[in-house]
Structures are given as structure tokens and as C-alpha cells.
């Protein structure tokens, strides 16, 4: 049975390095059917209680949950800005936490985050962990990039040995909890 496995990258940037690392590792599960989703499809105004009492939950918001809860697995790779969520992201987790308490549809997850940097995200990608956890009972799984651009091609995916390794360790235990 194939896997239906959502994957993002945090961010509206469209050539995304979290895109990219979010997608090379969904297609890395064996018989998975991949759904890219890029957060410029699901841009909403800037949630607010005013709005959303005014306007309801924008169509979007729901749409994006129709996307997870088709999935029998979800990958986000986290974007950096200033040392948290980037803005796009945020905005579509506000927008759909006002539709449900389950946000995830308690759906495994696997996190990470890269950027040009040698922290790789960590600082974005551990305020995820931790709240993530909090959200969704099912197995979070947890993996940060250093330096894409040494470490990452178009065509090969993470090309440094030891960072390949740990992370195939992480996709295993993404791909037992699917
Ligand atoms: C507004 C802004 C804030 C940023 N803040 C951080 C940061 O706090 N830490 C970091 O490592 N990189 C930071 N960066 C650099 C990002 O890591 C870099 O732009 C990366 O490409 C973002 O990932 P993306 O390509 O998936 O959007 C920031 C970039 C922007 C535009």
C-alpha cells in the first residue's frame, strides 16, 4: 500500500531551500505518493480575531486541511526568520488552528529545518519540536540541515556522508510511524 505523504517548506519564498529539502525527503520514502504543497497557494490576510468574526475562516485555511487530512504522513521543513516561523507559515498554522483543536490530524510528522547557515534552522526548528509535540500525540520525528548550500544538490539531494546517514535514521522512524 502506498503512503500519501504532504510535504512543505515553512516559507514563501518560491525557490525555497526548505522547499526543496522538504520535498527531496518525501521522495525518498519508498511507494510514496508526494503532494508539494507551496504556501503562495494558501496566502490569507493576516489572521485576526476582528477578521475571522467579520469574515469567517477563509476558504484556503480549509482547503489546507483538506491536503492533511488525506495524508497519511506530513513533512514541514521550517524556514528561519529572525529565530522563529517565518511569517507565511505562521499565518496558514493560525488561520487553520481556529478550525479544529486536532491542527495535524494527528498524522506523523517529520520536522526539519536548513538555511544558509551553520545552525541549519535549529533555533526555529526546536520552538517547532516543542510545540508540535504539545499539538499532536502521534510520533514527532526531528531533522536540521546545516550550510545547504555546501551540503545539499538539485541533483543528489544531501551530498555530506555523515549529515546523510542521520538523516536516513530519521526518515526510518518517519516511515515505521506511517
Ligand atoms: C526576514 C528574514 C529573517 C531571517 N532570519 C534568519 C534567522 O534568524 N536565522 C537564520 O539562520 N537565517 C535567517 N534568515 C535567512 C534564511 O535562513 C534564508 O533566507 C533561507 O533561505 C530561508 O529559507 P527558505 O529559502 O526556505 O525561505 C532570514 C531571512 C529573512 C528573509
Known amino acids: 500500500m502506498s503512503k500519501k505523504i504532504v510535504a512543505l517548506g515553512a516559507s514563501n519564498n518560491k525557490d525555497s531551500i526548505n522547499k526543496k529539502l522538504a520535498s527531496f525527503a518525501a521522495n525518498q520514502i519508498v511507494n510514496a505518493e508526494v503532494n508539494v504543497l507551496d504556501l503562495n497557494d ?7 480575531i476582528d477578521r475571522e468574526r467579520e469574515s469567517g ?10 491536503h492533511l487530512k488525506k495524508s497519511d504522513g506530513i513533512i514541514i521543513s521550517f524556514a528561519e ?4 516561523y517565518s511569517a507565511a507559515f505562521k499565518n496558514v498554522m493560525d488561520w487553520i488552528s481556529r478550525i479544529e483543536k486536532d491542527v495535524w490530524e494527528s498524522k506523523p510528522m517529520f520536522l526539519m529545518a536548513t538555511s544558509p547557515g551553520g545552525r541549519g534552522g535549529m533555533t526555529v526548528l526546536e520552538i517547532a519540536v516543542n510545540k508540535f509535540k504539545l499539538m499532536n500525540k ?11 548550500g555546501q551540503n545539499f544538490s538539485e541533483v543528489d539531494g544531501i551530498t555530506d ?3 546523510l546517514i542521520s538523516f536516513n535514521e530519521q526518515l526510518k522512524s518517519f516511515e515505521e510511524a506511517l
Open 42 to 48: 494558501f496566502e490569507m490576510p493576516i489572521y485576526g
Open 57 to 66: 475562516i477563509p476558504t484556503l485555511a480549509h482547503d489546507f486541511k483538506v
Open 81 to 84: 526568520h529572525n529565530g522563529s
Open 138 to 148: 502521534n510520533t514527532i520525528i526531528s531533522y536540521s540541515l546545516p550550510s545547504f
Open 161 to 163: 556522508k555523515e549529515l
